[in-house]
């Protein structure tokens, strides 16, 4: 079983930025992707952007050259740097965790609100 403690979520402006951090703890194994998704209200849940232990990344279209994506192997840790944050941005922004596709874990998920 694997925990995801999610940080960094808030309040923002209109072209502000957040950084988010999840840190994984638990039966963690070395080669796993780690990302962020997000589901705002209406809508389905998306994939926002992940990253694998080996370094691979994948961006959505919506938030390529806005958003970065990193992780710390060390300490089990992804970050995800928002910038030049738009209203649609708004969500909750959920981390994930897999090693094996079968079992793949969540975060309680961190509000992210940005004001026009």
């Known amino acids: 079983q694997v925990q995801l403690v999610e940080s960094g979520g808030g309040l923002v402006q209109a072209g502000g930025s957040l950084r988010l951090s999840c840190a994984a703890s638990?039966?963690?194994?070395?080669?796993?992707?780690m990302g962020w998704y997000r589901q705002a209200p209406g809508k389905q849940r998306e994939l926002v952007a992940h990253?694998?232990?080996?370094?691979?990344?994948y961006y959505a279209d919506s938030v390529k050259g806005r958003f970065s994506i990193s992780r710390d192997n060390a300490r089990n840790t992804v970050y995800l740097q928002m910038n030049s944050l738009k209203p649609e941005d708004t969500a909750v922004y959920y981390c994930?965790?897999?090693?094996?596709?079968?079992?793949?874990?969540w975060g309680r998920g961190t509000q992210v609100t940005v004001s026009s």
């Open positions: 990253i694998t232990s080996g370094g691979s990344l």
């Open positions: 994930s965790y897999y090693s094996d596709p079968e079992y793949r874990y």
């Open positions: 638990g039966s963690i194994f070395s080669i796993n992707v």
